[in-house]
């Protein structure tokens, strides 16, 4: 198969569902151990920044049009290093503030790539300005985070991967002119 610019799309999508299959699989049968948990999301989060990244990359229109999806893969690459590099009692003590500056980063790139998309004249942009503000609306979540003691932070993590994931999947179809 040759790689090109029609081939991101598919690129996108195998992100999304890489997202989705490991959410649910680390929600519904989770490791004995929290900590392999984690790993297997960070894996998965690094895996789908470098999926990211490389969607970028061979796109050759998307040097000349605004995008998020750049930017996305690597926070998913830093942060996934972040908590590749973090033991588990540090990781876990720190992990909403990681998540919340995630979402915050998510959130800046998203509203400012809809509002450059809107100026460009695409159509379907409001997509992901409002991915943005519910991007914003969880960065107040994980901060405040109120449901601490009643939802654990792997699923915490499982349950943005699986936010993330339809951010993915709707993104080629947020260009059309």
Do not use: H
């Not at 992990?95 to 460009?120: E, G």
């Amino acid at each position: 198969m040759k790689i090109n610019g029609k081939n991101n799309n598919v690129i996108l999508f195998i992100a999304g569902f890489i997202y989705i299959i490991v959410a649910i699989a680390i929600l519904l049968l989770p490791f004995d151990d929290a900590y392999v948990n984690m790993l297997v999301a960070s894996i998965c989060v690094c895996v789908v920044g470098l999926l990211l990244i490389f969607s970028y990359i061979i796109n050759k229109k998307w040097f000349y049009k605004p995008g998020w999806i750049f930017s996305q893969g690597m926070f998913c690459v830093v942060i996934s290093i972040m908590f590749f590099l973090k033991t588990y009692n540090t990781l876990i003590d720190n992990i909403s503030m990681v998540l919340a500056f995630w979402a915050l980063l998510s959130a800046v790139t998203q509203i400012t790539t809809s509002i450059q998309i809107k100026y460009l004249q695409f159509q379907k942009w409001q997509r992901l300005f409002f991915a943005g503000i519910l991007n914003l609306i969880i960065f107040a979540f994980f901060l405040i985070n109120p449901v601490a003691e009643y939802i654990s932070d792997v699923m915490m993590i499982c349950y943005y991967m699986i936010f993330s994931a339809i951010t993915l999947l709707a993104e080629p179809f947020s260009y059309n002119k």
